[in-house]
């Protein structure tokens, strides 16, 4: 009688594992499907528009990686953006993220650069380095772009109507009639959409 139970135990055992394994092979078919699939959306990539692949191909800039990615300054003067005027926006050269735009660049002179208003809330994020110095990355990627100086523009040298239009999360001076910020950005961290002029 004991031996009859022990196999009638064994058969269920062999039972629930027969019935075990298929669950657990069909979830390993199910993750092997999932990244077949996910290989397929990467591979598929290579049918991107000629304009992304030009964006990657920008993105892998030696300067760019180079001051995006490990923090680092480009020499003074070197950026073509200190020297034109093009109107546009002004993006992230790694993500895309729009950072500024052509209405709040200035000369400051510094010879990087350099805006006194953020594009958009929240756009940049922003980390005090050790000696009192403001950084200023992309809160997308988080890419580093620069510096914040307070030591931009005063209110009172920028139209009114687009000083309104400056974003409450860009830093700002405490004293009352201060000076607006200084952004001042790497050019290889930046990439110029230019706005269609309209004939
Ligand atoms: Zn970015």
């Known amino acids: 009688m004991k031996s009859f139970l022990a196999i009638i135990v064994f058969v269920a055992l062999c039972l629930q594992t027969a019935q075990a394994f298929p669950i657990h092979f069909n979830n ?5 499907k999932h990244q077949q699939q996910k290989t397929m959306c990467f591979s598929s990539k290579g049918d991107d528009s000629s304009e992304e692949k030009d964006f990657e191909v920008q993105t892998w800039n030696p300067l760019r990686l180079a001051v995006l990615k490990l923090g680092m300054t480009e020499p003074a003067w070197t950026s073509s953006f200190n020297y034109q005027k093009k109107k546009g926006v002004f993006s992230c050269a790694y993500c895309g993220n729009e950072l500024f735009d052509s209405e709040s660049k ?7 650069p350099s805006f006194w208003r953020s594009k958009q809330e929240g756009a940049i994020g ?5 000696g009192n110095r403001l950084e200023c990355r992309c809160n997308k990627c988080g890419g580093h772009l ?3 100086f307070l030591d931009g523009p005063k209110q009172t040298d920028v139209p009114s109507s687009l000083l309104q239009t400056s974003p409450a999360s860009d ?4 004293r009352e009639n201060g ?3 200084r952004f001042c950005v790497n050019g290889a961290s930046l990439r110029l959409k230019e706005e269609v002029q309209e004939q």
Not at 28 to 32: C, R, S, Y
Not at 106 to 112: N, Q, R, V
Not at 126 to 130: A, G
Not at 171 to 174: N, V
């Open 126 to 130: 922003y980390k005090m380095e050790f």
């Open 106 to 112: 200035y000369d400051s002179g510094s010879g990087w």
């Open 171 to 174: 830093p700002r001076s405490q």
């Open 28 to 32: 390993k078919q199910q993750t092997t």
């Open 179 to 181: 000076r607006l910020p």
């Open 146 to 148: 620069g510096h914040v």
